[in-house]
Structures are given as C-alpha cells and as structure tokens.
C-alpha cells in the first residue's frame, strides 16, 4: 500500500491480516515468516482455505517464459500468484466452483466485496438489485402509504448505510438510485408523480415530508467516513485521506466528499469561532457548545453538508412558477404536523396528509391544473362558471360557496374547536378564589435550570383575566343565541367571540378568519380595520378593550401570530399547540370536502361541524 509519504507492509485487524509485497517470491517469504510465527505462539493457525491470494503485474508480450496466467487479456493483469501455506496452495480470489457468481469473482474482506479488477461495478448492480427487492417487499405488503415511507426511511436506508459508507462509489450513482424508485415514493405519498421532488426530501420545517433521499444519505455516510479517516489517531491513516483530499481538489466538477468535508469543516469552524445568531430570539440565546466533542463535531459537519443540499432545494423550489406558492407564506406561517407519530397512528385518513401536501404547492387536480396538463380543454369553475378555477379560487374565493355557506361551514367548524378549548379554560378559571387569580412575583431559588425557570414563568404569566373570576364566554355559532352583551355596548356587529367581566370592566373580542394562505395577511388588516370602531365605541363607553384576530390558513398551515392571543389569555404553551394541531386539521378537512364537492352544486347547508 502506497501513497505520497506512507508504506505499508501489513495491515490487521483483529485475527484478519493482509500482507503487501512488491513480488511473488517476497510474498512467499512473508507468508511463510508469518506461519512460522503462527506456529510458535502456539495458540493460533493459519486457515489456509479461508485465506486468498490476489497478484496484479504487467503482461510485457516481449517476456518469454512467462510463470503466470493473467485473468483478462489486458497487459496490467490481475493473476493467481500460486501462494502456498503450509504445503497447502491458497486460493485464488476468483473461485469457479462457486455457484453464486457474483461471490465467484469477488472476496469479502473485513465487510467489504473485493473484486480482483478492482471495480465496483457487479456491486453496484447488487446494490440496485437488493434496493429494488427491498422496495418491491414493502410495495406488496397490505400497509398504507405512509407506513411504506416510514419503512423506506428507517428500513431500506439503513441496508444501504455499511455499503455508502465502505465502497468509493459516486453521487450520480445515488442518485441514478433514488429517480428509480421516485415513483413509487410519490405514489405512496399520494401526490402527483410530476410534483416537485423536493416535496418528499424537503424538511418538515420546510413544508416536505422529511425523508432522506439517496444521494443525500450517500453523501451523508461518505462525509462521516471522511471525517473518521481525517480524525483518526493513526498518523498513516491521517496521511492517507490528505493525499485523497489533494488528488480529489483537481476535480472540479465533480462531488467528491473530501472536497465537501472541507467546506463543511470551514463553515462549523466559523461558527464555533463566531456563532451567529440562532431563530429570532437575540444573540446569545439557544444552546451553544463551543468545545463539542469529536462525535458532536462530525455530526455538526454532516448536517451543515445536509443544509447545503436542502439551500439548493429551496433554490430549486424558487425556479418553479407553480409549485413555489409555499414560499409566499413560509415565513409567518407553522408547517402541519407530518411527524411519523401523527402520519401513522393519529387515525387521520391519509387523504387529508395528500392534500395538505399537495395544496401546499398547488399541485391538485383542479380545472386550471388539468387544463395545463392537457386533460380538459377549458378551467372553468363547474359552480360560478369563473375563467379559471385555482386551488385558491374553490377553497377561498369562489362566490358560489360563498352563497351555499360552504366557507362559513368550515369557520363555524374551527370556531366551536376554539370555543371548547376557551369554555374549559374559562370555567376553570372563573372556579379559582380571587385571591389566586391575583398575579404573585415568583422567585424562582438560585441554581434552578432552565427548565424549572421556563415552568415558573409559564405558570404565573400574567393573563389577561387576572384579578377578576366572573369572566363569560359568548358564541357565534349557529346554534347560539347570539346578542353583543347590551350592558356592554348595544351593537348589531358580531365577533366571533366576546369574553368579558363585569367587574373589571373588561373586554376580549376574538375575530376568526380561515383564508386562504396567501391572503392571511390581508385577512388580518381586514378585520382589523373592521372592528376598530367597535373597539373605539366600547372604550368611549368606560370599558377597556382587546381585540384579537385568528388567522388558520385554509389548507390548514396556521400563522404563528395566531398563537399569541392564547398566550395572553394564559393559556400554557402544551394547550396552545395542542389547540393549534386540532383546528389546523378541522381546517384541512374541511377545506379537503370542499374541495371534492367542487364539481357539484348540491351542498347540505344544515351540514353538521367538523369536530376533532
Ligand atoms: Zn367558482
């Protein structure tokens, strides 16, 4: 073994040895040495049937009398050196009475196939074919689609993992594996098979399902190999990956992961020199290790290469003109809950998870979208005959639901899920003694963690209704009687929540909007606008009052601002995303029917709400 500044005669590992020589008769002489040695400590022995020889020289045609015969017709020959231990020849790497021919032609070695050509090839058919087996098994199990990604992510990855790590293959060969099993990943998604391939790899946070593709998978193995090469304490096995990274710096073009662990490695180092800031909470805050360990280091490498890769998604995401509609509202909105835990055992029908996947890129079979894949000749809307019927349009605009209350359903719907949750809040409340309902300074003891210190401040936030135990709660909802307290203020306005105290002479209006996501925003200075006379008025008549409004996008993505009025009111952090969960999913169901009855205009207006 030889590189620029290292030799190496022997290698072992546990009881495997392997020895270099530059010719027959030194490796003859080396064998012998190293039985002989065997034989003396008396306790081991060479197994010469286990044992493989491979010679590789140059077949000159000139030299006569040539000793060996090579394996191909090529002059650099690999060759059966005739090796003999202990009177017994040992075998040469290409075995023809074995049946299997791939094991035929190949010597697995410390868990790695050997070829004596040294090419990968017969194993990277190997890989596809056992990749292909795998996906196959899981296509004809009787599971839902969900629970085959779930089997993709943690199953079929995982048999890849030991050879993406061992064998020196190539990123396009990852990634010639993942476009042959796309397909059936989108179809067991549900989504369209001409949907974007960044809605299965991209993060959750970043609107995907969160699997890991292939190639990144790859990448990801082949860098922690790299870092374990560079890292190792072994000074030759450091000398070795330099004279690699060297060698792979001339290739410009090509991924290499040598050159991908260096910029990986710039960019940890910058930021444990000069960490900058971590989500909108200020510098300094989040949990940051300057000293991480060489385990925490190689993770924090691999996952900034994986940052890389999902930068470059995003940036695909931003080329497309259709499916780049997620990007409009990412930013101020939170992604629905896709985690495994909710996909597979929430008993949530995977039809609503397919629409909220692909709603989220407006990739669903609506007019507009059938007539620019070539099904239909025309995009109008079956209801109220508009030009051309979006996503949007049906779940938001169209004025024909409009008139059927097909949108009111779905508020109403989202509305009582709120109303439950502030009712129960409220009760409790109201069934305290004032005098706890009176907000304390808590001391929290010197040395407490952080924990303890986020547990004390969540239990005696100020809330909006300290200080008073008479608070009422009041509807709009179908069945409620629905009047604006008079001792309050006499009105015909109707937000869609109003709870109040007489004795401190308080007010919370609460105003419910379920937009569309792109129109979140102007759904908010709408309503707004709309009850800030009201507001006005109430004050004018010696009553303090807040107004909120919540915002839950139709296809069920809801603004993080939409938390914040919760908050106040003192709900605890858990009921608050447990709330937001439970009408992010009335919302996509709802909006999900409203979908499929598109094409119809009988609608049931005495339609029962959606409940959780
Ligand atoms: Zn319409």
């Keep these: 073994m030889s590189a620029p500044s290292v030799t190496s005669f022997l290698k072992a590992y546990a009881d495997d040895l392997t020895l270099n020589t530059r010719n027959v008769i030194d490796m003859q002489l080396a064998v012998d040495d190293t039985d002989r040695w065997l034989k003396w400590t008396e306790t081991m022995k060479a197994k010469p049937s286990k044992c493989i020889a491979l010679g590789c020289k140059l077949f000159a045609k000139k030299i006569k009398n040539e ?154 193995m082949q860098l922690t ?64 290790n300057p000293n991480p360990s060489l385990v925490e280091k190689r993770s924090m490498v691999t996952s900034k290469a994986m940052d890389f890769n999902e930068e470059s998604r995003i940036a695909h995401s931003v080329s497309l003109k259709q499916q780049s509609i997620w990007l409009c509202w990412s930013d101020s909105v939170s992604p629905f809950d896709l985690s495994w835990k909710n996909l597979i055992w929430s008993g949530t029908s995977p039809h609503i998870f397919r629409f909220v996947l692909s709603s989220s890129i407006n990739w669903v079979r609506t007019p507009n979208m059938l007539k620019l894949w070539g099904y239909t000749n025309n995009s109008c809307c079956c209801l109220c005959g508009a030009d051309k019927c979006t996503l949007h349009h049906i779940i938001s605009e169209c004025l024909f639901s409009l008139s059927q ?79 604006f307290p008079p001792e309050i203020y006499g009105t015909s306005e109707r937000p869609d929540l109003v709870i109040w105290s007489v004795k401190l002479k308080k007010v919370i209006l609460f105003e419910l909007t379920c937009p569309a996501e792109e ?20 004050s004018i008549a010696g009553w303090k009052s807040v107004l909120f409004t919540v915002e839950v996008g139709a296809r069920g993505f809801i603004p993080t601002s939409s938390h914040h009025p919760f908050n106040k009111l003192g709900l605890r952090g858990t009921q608050v995303n447990a709330l937001m969960s439970r009408i992010s999913l009335i919302s996509a169901k709802c909006s999900y029917a409203i979908y499929l009855a598109s094409n119809s205009k009988a609608w049931d207006q005495q339609r029962a709400l959606v409940e959780n």
């Design 225 to 288: 190999k790299c870092e374990l090469l560079r890292q190792s304490k072994d000074n030759s096995i450091q000398e070795l990956y330099k004279s690699r990274e060297v060698k792979n710096a001339k290739y410009s073009r090509m991924w290499k992961a040598t050159k991908a662990a260096t910029v990986a490695n710039a960019e940890v180092d910058l930021h444990l020199k000069f960490p900058s800031q971590a989500g909108n909470k200020g510098l300094g805050f989040g949990n940051f």
């Design 405 to 483: 209350h097909r949108f009111t359903w779905r508020h109403d719907s989202v509305l009582k899920q709120i109303y439950q949750t502030l009712s129960d809040f409220i009760t409790s409340f109201n069934q305290q003694n004032t005098a706890s309902v009176t907000p304390q300074i808590h001391f929290v003891k010197a040395g407490a963690t952080s924990y303890q210190l986020k547990q004390a401040k969540q239990s005696h936030r100020p809330s909006l209704l300290h200080n008073a135990n008479d608070w009422k709660l009041l509807v709009d909802l179908p069945d409620c009687n629905y009047v």
């Design 67 to 220: 000793r060996f015969v090579p394996l191909t017709d090529s002059i650099y020959s690999p060759f059966d050196p005739k090796i003999v231990i202990s009177g017994q020849p040992m075998r040469f790497i290409v075995n023809p009475n074995e049946k299997d021919p791939f094991k035929a032609t190949h010597f697995k070695f410390l868990g790695r196939w050997l070829n004596p050509l040294l090419k990968e090839n017969d194993i990277k058919n190997r890989l596809r074919t056992s990749l292909i087996d795998d996906i196959d098994k899981i296509e004809q199990s009787k599971i839902n689609g969900f629970m085959r990604l779930w089997l993709y992510q943690f199953y079929v990855l995982s048999h890849l993992s030991w050879p993406f790590l061992i064998y020196d293959l190539d990123k396009s060969f990852a990634e010639d594996l993942q476009r042959n099993i796309n397909m059936k990943l989108k179809r067991w998604a549900g989504i369209c098979r001409t949907a974007e391939n960044g809605l299965l790899f991209r993060s959750r946070k970043n609107f995907g399902l969160g699997l890991t593709s292939i190639s990144d998978f790859y990448q990801k």
């Design 519 to 538: 129109g979140i925003e102007a759904a908010k200075i709408r309503k707004q606008a709309k009850y800030a006379p009201l507001t006005e008025a109430i």
